[in-house]
Structure formats: C-alpha cells, structure tokens
C-alpha cells in the first residue's frame, strides 16, 4: 500500500513549500488542520509534516500525541539545522527530523520513493 502525505497547515508558507516538495516527488498532499491532525484517526501508512518551529511547544506536544497512536502514522517535523534543543526534543517524542533544506529527501524517505542520487536509496556494498 503507497503511503499518503497530510500537511499540517498552520503556516502558509510552510504549507506551500511543502505542497511544492509534495509535486516534485509526483506525489498528492492532503492538508490539515493542527486540531483535525489530533482528533484523526492515522494508520502507519500515513506520513504527517509539520513545521515545527512554529509555536515550537504546541508542535512537540503535537507530534508525542501523534507518534504514540496505534497505530500511529509516520511524523516528519522540519526545523532549521542549528535548532538543537528542539530537534533533540522532537527526536525523544519518535518524529524524523528534516531540516528545511532537507524536507524533500526526507519524505521521499518516508514515502518509500527513490530519489536519484539519494546514498541512502544506494546502501553501499
């Protein structure tokens, strides 16, 4: 079963950025709500990005709530690269990281789709 993107949209440039991330990997990004992103019922085939320096408090207690549903879908929360205190929050609560520069490589990841000179789509020998 291919695994479907939602788009927590509570950022417009974020959400925009990420529809375009979305469109070049050749994939269909549904949006949502922070609050219908908490009372949804998620599956693990189910991959949930999120901004999380925005409002970065709501965001980490946002993706715990997420990541500790079973099933729980897959969390990818994206930040800035020398936000290191936030990123080793996120990481405790179960979400994969991406950086803002890095959000396209990581949901391909997540979605399980090879991305041409991705190393890790290449395992080395």
């Known amino acids: 079963m291919a695994r479907k993107l939602f788009i927590v949209e509570d950022d417009l440039l974020f959400a925009q950025r990420a529809r375009a991330a979305a469109g070049r990997l ?12 908490r009372t949804r019922t998620w599956d693990r085939d189910q991959v949930v990005l999120l901004q ?7 965001q980490l207690e946002l993706v715990g709530h ?8 897959v969390v990818i929360a994206v ?3 020398l936000e290191t205190e936030l990123r080793q929050r996120l990481k405790a ?19 399980g789709i090879n991305v041409p000179g991705d190393a890790a789509s290449h395992p080395r020998a």
């Open 26 to 37: 050749g994939i269909a990004a549904q949006g949502v709500s922070p609050t219908d992103a």
């Open 52 to 58: 999380a320096t925005l409002r970065p408090e709501q």
């Open 66 to 73: 997420l990541t500790h549903l079973r099933p729980a879908p």
């Open 79 to 81: 930040t800035g690269h």
């Open 93 to 111: 609560q179960g979400a994969t990281l991406a950086a803002h520069s890095g959000m396209d490589r990581a949901l391909a990841r997540a979605l």
